[in-house]
């Protein structure tokens, strides 16, 4: 497409939207998140000299590639802050650009926003059925790919996780970092007891010690064994881990023994295929479980692996040099013209009321969510560190009505469009059929 | 736990099966993939200065940080070959190392396989239901993140497909990379005609046009006038591309549309949410459709987006300085003990009748499928070039019984245990229970 355009000499400007087309039945908002990644892809964007010759070698045109050598992301980008609760139709980021730069861009902006949003999004409902309860993400073995693994630890973060099994992404991110120990540890040595013994000796402070290993009963006696050795050296066991099994049985039994045993600091941390609908049942069946660590099915989304996320045209050159609005027809996916703008209304207790898609240069009730991060190419507003990101990630959901955190069913939130958009919309739309239709 | 077991000096070798636990109900099988990444990782893994500092200020202590500054892998390896069908409960991947080595790799070996394994068996069935028409790999934006765009073009490959439209995927791994035209290049011409022309102009040996931004069958008129037009010049128009709508009823249209005007050689490429239920129910209602571009439910593996795949201790040192098998009893999580070799049983036809996982030095009928390709460190076995990897794939499916390969309700294929590996495992677990058991 981009050589086609240069072939063409049609480079002006051109403004495309990244969006959510749709919901899913079991979510009911998307946390945003991705946009650091974006920002940093724009502006450093370059193309090597390896890839030039591959071009080269499958028949691209010298002055094509030229202009390839020289590529640099010059256009305005306008974004909502990561973090932020986002509904369908919300342009999400918005990029002003000569059509090839703004083209060239799409996939990554795609891939990254489609990944971190719908793991930032998955983990804040692992944490709201949760109920307060800690969460870990323990997703790295079974995310797609390193990228992945990386980036699940990040949004988990944003999504309301404490911390990530990951200590290359703690490395990175500035997240916590917590760890247990695996089946491995507890088989490698002679026995249960033995394992526990070696790994106390070596974190006093911080063993979690794994008791399903061979007998989740027996391995909890173990436990308490090893407490009892590391209280009479002024040291306290953080926890036992259950791995397998009823975990709702498990645990109450689990936590009997400890508590006889007067170790009620003792926690009891779960983790196995948890998600956020299993840990509302495990809690509902009043499951004796402190923490999670929950793996694949919140790091890569399960019960849906993507986003149903895209960027579309909706504002090109017209034939005075003005921006003139664009949309398409294609049955079922019609997409919102014009430069636009997204405004949040709330209540008066602060709750998030409706949101209002509104034209750009239209004034409209409430505080509008795009900013501008962009300029000529250059990041102009300052990055959040990630612990900001997160609050701001807290702060949208306790704003969001109650009712659109359910799990399933949630109500639809209200997002309206401005009269403005509407209008052009309509005629547009009219328009384009006149022109464009079969009949 | 790598800390704790060079605290307690420990760091005899050990052997891992990296293995699948069970298949989902709508997996009869899996084609394994990811192993050349997984030797490249085990050949080059290093701790960097920036890595040893992270630790240092987490409290580790400086004779194990000496260590991992030190840190190479050692070990031996077997694995299966990239593209071989492989069955739950069979070693993949087989790693004899010192403990700490062998640890220390799980989750990445873990993640790599997991992703590749997942694609290759989806794209698998994707191009299966395709009886023979082309699918090329659409899934870039939708991957998990940018290692994910790479592997789902690689292992999309070597499951079937016929290329990818990541252009990156193609320079580094050698895959035909085909194209399109976006919506965004058709809405940003002043009409349809314009843009098909300027396409045209740019690829008048290899255009497909998207006919699908405003009116289908409009579209498909347009299409026919830029097929004229090319053909006036001794070019013919490649393709057409429908994306949205009732695919069967309009590739009908469409297709009358083309023969109509003499186009019978312009193809008719779908995209649009397709896998492999979609693509069969499509060839079911006889869709003129030639060639299929599959992106998010391919590349995400939608319904299954993960494999259940796990790395388990099978061996460990003995008090007399031999190995002795090991395994669990976790509840619904047993693993298989001891050093396993699988073999691979074939009917008169050369159809796959069926596997038994024996130990490594045990004679059983068939062909090992474990070939050793690390020794010491180091890759003893040359790596095929990912053609060989995509032959041995077909290969492997084109054996694999016809009744496994259905897309719901395929039969188990058998895997059997040798009377060496039974023996063991029953020996073990009683052991085991006696030693561990909480009654």
């Known amino acids: 497409m981009c ?8 480079n002006d400007p051109a403004t495309f939207d990244l ?10 908002y998307y946390i945003f998140a991705g946009l650091e990644q974006a920002l940093l892809y724009l502006k450093n964007l370059r193309f090597s000299a390896e890839q030039i010759d591959y071009l080269t070698a499958h028949g691209f045109k010298e002055d094509f590639l030229n202009y390839l050598r020289r590529f640099k992301f010059s256009g305005e980008v306008w974004a909502v802050p990561e973090g932020t609760v986002v509904f369908p139709d919300e342009p999400l980021i918005r990029v002003t650009a000569p059509i090839i730069e703004a083209q060239l861009v799409e996939s990554f902006l795609l891939n990254t926003v489609n990944l971190q949003t719908m793991i930032a999004t998955k983990a804040s409902r692992v944490v709201h059925a949760a109920q307060g309860k800690t969460v870990i993400e323990f997703g790295l073995r ?12 990040r949004c988990s973060y944003i999504g309301g996780c404490s911390g990530t099994s990951s200590v290359l992404a703690g490395m990175k991110y500035g997240i916590p970092v917590f ?7 507890v088989m490698f040595f002679d026995n249960e007891v033995e394992a526990f013994k070696a790994f106390a000796k070596t974190f006093p402070k911080a063993s979690t ?5 061979y007998d989740n009963i027996k391995g909890a006696k173990n436990a308490v064994a090893i407490a009892k050795t590391l209280e009479k050296k ?15 049985e498990i645990s109450k039994k689990v936590r009997q023994i400890l508590d006889k045993n007067g170790l009620d600091y003792v926690k009891i941390f779960a983790s196995g295929d948890l998600d956020e609908y299993k840990i509302e049942d495990l809690l509902r069946r009043d499951a004796k479980i402190d923490s999670f660590g929950v793996g694949t099915r919140m790091s890569t989304s399960e019960d849906r692996p993507y986003v149903d996320i895209i960027y579309k045209l909706c504002e090109k050159m017209g034939g005075f040099g003005e921006f003139v609005p664009t949309m398409k027809l294609s049955q079922g996916k019609i997409t919102l013209p014009a430069r636009k703008q997204v405004y949040r209304v709330k209540d008066r207790n602060g709750i998030f009321a409706k949101d ?9 009730e409430g505080t509008p ?29 306790s704003k969001l009505p109650e009712k659109c955190r359910q799990l399933r069913k949630a109500p639809r939130y209200p997002v309206a469009l401005s009269p403005n958009l509407k209008k052009i919309l309509k005629e547009l739309s009219s328009e384009l059929k006149k022109i464009e239709g079969s009949s």
């Open 142 to 153: 079974r995310t797609h790919g390193t990228d992945a693994g990386m980036k699940a630890a």
């Open 179 to 185: 760890g247990t120990m695996a089946h491995s540890f």
């Open 234 to 248: 002024g040291f306290r066991l953080s926890g036992v881990r259950i791995d397998s099994g009823d975990l709702v």
């Open 19 to 28: 969006f959510i087309r749709k919901l899913p039945p079991n979510r009911s």
């Open 3 to 10: 050589a086609s355009y240069f072939d063409n000499k049609r």
């Open 369 to 397: 969510l795009l900013i501008k991060v962009m300029e000529k190419g250059k990041i102009v507003h300052k990055q959040p560190s990630l612990e900001q990101i997160r609050d701001n990630g807290l702060q949208n959901l």
């Open 209 to 213: 010690l794994l008791i399903d290993t």
């Open 356 to 364: 209002i898609i509104a034209l750009h240069d239209e004034k409209a």
